[in-house]
Nanobody, 125 residues
Framework: QVQLVESGGGLVQAGDSLRLSCAASGRTFSRSTMAWFRQVPGKEREFVAGVSTIPSRPYYEDSVKGRFIISRDNNKNTVYLQMNSLKPEDTAVYYC??????????????????WGQGTQVTVSS
């Protein structure tokens, strides 16, 4: 069983930065692909960024490339999402997810085994 707890969300202005953190319990973190998704009311949850296990390689959705950075610290069982140059369209609930079965990075929601409770990010214009 894996538990994921996100933190770091909040209200910021366009152009500001935020760093989200996701702390994971359990011994499987280092073997798990980790990802961040986001969701706005009335829309499907969408992939934002993911990071594989060993080697730790990132993958980003096109709209966040060059602005967001995903990283992981296996010693702390934590994955981060550094969000820079935030835009109002980045406003959403952000979810951390763990995929214990795949070696690659999936962008598909159902491929992920565990989810956090979500943290709200609001970017004002």
């Amino acid at each position: 069983q894996v538990q994921l707890v996100e933190s770091g969300g909040g209200l910021v202005q366009a152009g500001d930065s935020l760093r989200l953190s996701c702390a994971a319990s359990g011994r499987t973190f280092s073997r798990s692909t980790m990802a961040w998704f986001r969701q706005v009311p009335g829309k499907e949850r969408e992939f934002v960024a993911g990071v594989s296990t060993i080697p730790s390689r990132p993958y980003y959705e096109d709209s966040v490339k060059g602005r967001f950075i995903i990283s992981r610290d296996n010693n702390k069982n934590t994955v981060y999402l550094q969000m820079n140059s935030l835009k109002p369209e980045d406003t959403a609930v952000y979810y951390c997810a763990a995929d214990l079965r795949s070696w690659g990075i999936s962008t598909i929601v159902r491929e992920y085994d565990y989810w956090g409770q979500g943290t709200q990010v609001t970017v004002s214009s």
